[in-house]
């Protein structure tokens, strides 16, 4: 079956596939308890958790809520990347109080003068539908519109919507995966889960 062809039912059976192999990975690293490590991998299982939920929320209809984790999902990875790689001590000591002063667009920046986010995908995302994500998140006009359908109170989502949810969920759980892979040096993992990106269609290959 071609992903042209597939429905919202089939994305959502692989993405609950998809998470039953990264829980059943992650279950087997060992996590070192250094602050900024365990700070960053908890941040990655966010977005993992995330993930699953957004698939569950779907497969129940329940899409304007699970719209609304698209925003979470992002951002708590940019977020996880800054604390594993860019953030000052003096800042995790502050993130632990809920006390982080930068505002999101300078940690996104940080995190792409990384070599491995340099190609700037990520402010790229957040340029295009940063303002729809916090549309849906915060119960602005996006996600207040869509809740009537045919001249009845019923969520508004069209099927290519929804499988766009679950695709970007799908990516940032791998990439959230990737991360924590990464550091517990277990590089097998990480090339299993790159393999996975392309294979489901989340990444395209470069010409």
Request: contains cysteine; neutral net charge; proline residues 1%.
């Amino acid at each position: 079956m071609t992903k042209a062809k597939m429905t919202v039912g089939d994305y959502v059976n692989d993405s609950y596939a998809l998470h039953a192999w990264i829980l059943d990975n992650l279950n087997e690293l060992d996590i070192s308890k250094d602050k900024r490590s365990l700070l960053s991998v908890c941040a990655f299982d966010t977005v993992i958790e995330h993930f699953l939920g957004a698939i569950t929320l779907i497969k129940s209809k329940i899409y304007g809520s699970a719209f609304s984790l698209v925003r979470p999902i992002f951002e708590t990875f940019v977020r996880g990347v800054w604390l594993k790689n860019c953030a000052e001590d003096a800042e995790l000591v502050n993130f632990q109080k809920d006390r982080v002063k930068k505002e999101f667009g300078e940690i996104l920046k940080l995190v792409e003068g990384l070599e491995a986010f340099k190609s700037g995908s990520l402010s790229s995302l957040k340029k295009q539908a940063w303002s729809a994500m916090s549309s849906y998140t915060h119960g602005g006009f996006q996600q207040i519109s869509r809740r009537v359908k045919s001249g009845n109170l019923y969520p508004d989502f069209e099927d290519e919507e929804i499988i766009e949810v679950l695709k970007i969920s799908q990516m940032f759980a791998l990439l959230a995966f990737i991360q924590v892979a990464i550091e517990v040096k277990r590089d097998d993992l990480v090339q299993v889960a790159i393999g996975k990106l392309y294979s489901m269609g989340l990444f395209k290959k470069k010409n």
